[in-house]
């Protein structure tokens, strides 16, 4: 079996923007001082004359955006994501969200995996931040074919959209020939009926991997891609609550407000069931290599299985 | 300036100034006194500068305006009102629910009002937005921002002002309205953002001073930022907070409260009579 390629998000963002700077003439793109990092490098080369660096600050960064946006040109505005949804908030909410302009926001650098540089840079409260912004789309790409596909499909779409990468490797499991990106559609990968695993970005591998597990223990674990969580497919979700019981989410983000929040918010009202979240359970990460960090963060293949014959156990 | 021009600027402010005294008395609520100090250069913007059709508020050649200010917005609808933008009766229902004219300019619900404002320091950032964009695809445009003295606190503002310098933005105005009042008192005794003429200087930006009640001066100030080319332009304006309503001017107790009724037919007293005067 050939090695499984790996590659990191923001890699497949900043591509995808060289790519795409042919087909959109009026695309620009905005960094804070970060776009070697952020990987928006790769189009400042591609197209030196639509991209502008901001400096070191995301507040202006967020309103020069809007400014763009409003007379009409698409534009992305780049930094990592402890800034971009932290730091900036209030800029994206008011000067972005509330006139609902056509902004995207390229967030690299999420959650935990950041790695070395600690807990000031491992954002894992942005999926929260954004998605109470109203009209706010908020995209969290699982690999590097949805990543590029996310890209595309938010530039065709007119609002605005908060796209959230990854810094470190991950596994390319889509395949770029036949893959289609459904911008608010779930993707089940996998059937299932005792248990359901809904995850989102660098933790839908890792979902896959234990529904591996779980087959091996007796347990059918359905799979679910939510790449979209906001607008959250409720329909793949609430079928899902239906047809197996209970459901365990798996972001890379807090457990309070992303993914395992919009997905409880969603069950309570059509079918309650049971959802047990796997994420960041309320407190701050601190330096270390991104993949041990995962795994001490219970960010994991072993601990999504575990929590899912945890779900199954609730059913009896 | 002709002097039947200025005379028709005059009054047209003056009517200006009596839909910011309307628009606050019927919404119990809102802000006289920054707005009356804008009056003139706002009037002075919509009836002798800007590039604007009232009946195509969204051409896109339009010179943009930015109320980087945006609590006051009374000022900013009473002149979109008077030029045409909308009708004037939509003063009376301002901030009331289910009317188009919000407690803050909202770009999407009202035609002439060219950004969403209202969280301070925020509009500059739009406003350098606007404007690189137009730099970007050779347009003939300008973008203004109104900003307010007590504003210029937020740091925002000054990120604002190191990205236009640094990208040359000379299709740029922002005019700073130093009526030296904010919420808390004068704004030397809250956080002072004093110099404020030094400050844009050492953010590179050409400077002019201006008396924001004297449409000669205000010309004067518009006629030389018109001919810098290679920066952005910041004119500081003096201004009297509250300017043209007697008991309301220097009055920081009028940034933010509306008057009662009494308060409001001696207001609309003198307006009036200060516009008969214009007028007679």
Redesign the interface.
């Known amino acids: 079996m050939a090695d499984v390629i790996k590659k990191a998000t923001r890699e497949s963002y900043g591509e995808a923007l060289a790519e795409l700077s042919e087909k959109y003439s009026?695309l620009?793109v905005l960094d804070a001082d970060l776009a070697a990092a952020t990987k928006t490098g790769i189009f400042k080369k591609a197209c030196p004359?639509?991209f502008?660096d901001?400096?070191i600050?995301e507040?202006?960064?967020?309103?020069?955006?809007?400014?763009?946006?409003?007379?009409?040109?698409k534009v992305f505005a780049s930094s990592f994501a402890m800034f971009a949804a932290g730091r900036a908030f209030?800029?994206v909410r008011?000067?972005i969200g509330?006139?609902?302009l056509n902004v995207k926001i390229g967030a690299t650098h999420a959650g935990i995996s950041v790695g070395e540089d600690g807990a000031t840079h491992q954002c894992n409260e942005d999926i929260a931040l954004m998605r109470t912004i109203p009209g706010m789309t908020v995209i969290c790409p699982a690999d590097d074919v949805e990543a590029k596909a996310a890209v595309a499909a938010a530039l065709e779409f007119n609002g605005p959209v908060y796209m959230r990468f990854g810094r470190l490797a991950v596994p390319v499991f889509n395949d770029k020939d036949t893959y289609k990106f459904e911008l608010g559609k779930g993707v089940q990968l996998k059937d299932g009926s005792d248990v359901t695993i809904i995850a989102t970005g660098l933790m839908v591998n890792e979902a896959l991997i234990a529904a591996d597990m779980l087959a091996a223990d007796g347990i059918n674990a359905r799979v679910i891609n939510i790449h979209t969580i906001k607008p959250l497919d409720k329909e793949i979700v609430c079928k899902a609550a239906r047809e197996t019981g209970v459901i365990v989410t798996a972001e890379e983000h807090s457990v309070i407000g992303g993914l395992g929040s919009a997905v409880a918010d969603a069950v309570t009202e059509c079918c309650p069931v049971p959802v047990i979240k796997v994420g960041v359970n309320d407190v701050f990460g601190h330096s270390g290599p991104a993949v041990q960090l995962l795994k001490e963060f219970g960010l994991s293949a072993e601990n999504i299985a575990e929590k899912a014959k945890a779900a199954v156990a609730l059913k009896k | 300036m002709d002097a039947t021009i200025r005379k028709q600027l005059e009054a047209t402010a003056c009517k200006v100034r009596m839909g910011v005294i309307e628009g606050v008395f019927n919404a119990k609520s809102g802000h006289p006194g920054g707005s009356l100090s804008i009056c003139d250069l706002l009037t002075y913007l919509y009836f002798a500068k800007l590039n604007v059709d009232p009946k195509n508020p969204k051409m896109?050649e339009r010179d943009r305006l930015?109320l980087s200010k945006g609590h006051c917005a009374p000022a900013l609808y009473s002149v979109l009102a008077e030029r045409g933008f909308f009708d004037k009766s939509e003063l009376k229902s301002l901030r009331h629910i289910g009317a188009m004219l919000q407690g803050h300019p909202?770009?999407?619900g009202t035609p002439g009002v060219?950004?969403?404002t209202?969280?301070l320091?925020?509009?500059?950032?739009?406003?350098?937005?606007?404007?690189?964009?137009?730099k970007?695809?050779n347009e003939s445009y300008k973008v203004y921002a109104v900003l307010g003295d007590g504003e210029i606190e937020e740091?925002?503002v000054w990120?604002?002002a190191?990205?236009a310098a640094?990208?040359k933005l000379d299709n740029l105005v922002a005019v700073v309205d130093n009526n030296g009042l904010q919420i808390d008192g004068k704004i030397t005794d809250v956080c002072s953002p004093m110099p404020i003429t030094d400050k844009f200087e050492a953010f590179g930006w050409h400077v002019i001073t201006m008396n924001a009640h004297d449409f000669d001066d205000i010309e004067r100030a518009f006629d030389e930022a018109e001919k810098i080319n290679g920066k952005p332009v910041a004119i500081v304006q003096t201004s009297t907070k509250g300017k043209g309503v007697s008991f309301m001017e220097n009055q920081v107790g009028w940034h933010g409260t509306a008057p009662n009724a009494e308060q409001y037919e001696q207001a609309m007293k003198e307006l009036n009579e200060t516009l008969k005067g214009l007028e007679g």
């Open positions: 009026d620009i004359e639509r502008f901001c400096g600050a507040a202006n960064m967020m309103g020069i955006a809007a400014g763009i946006a409003s007379t009409g040109k209030e800029i008011n000067s509330y006139p609902h | 896109p930015v909202d770009m999407k060219d950004m969403s209202g969280s320091g925020q509009g500059i950032s739009a406003a350098c937005g606007m404007a690189l964009s137009g970007i695809s740091g925002q990120e604002a190191m990205f640094h990208n």
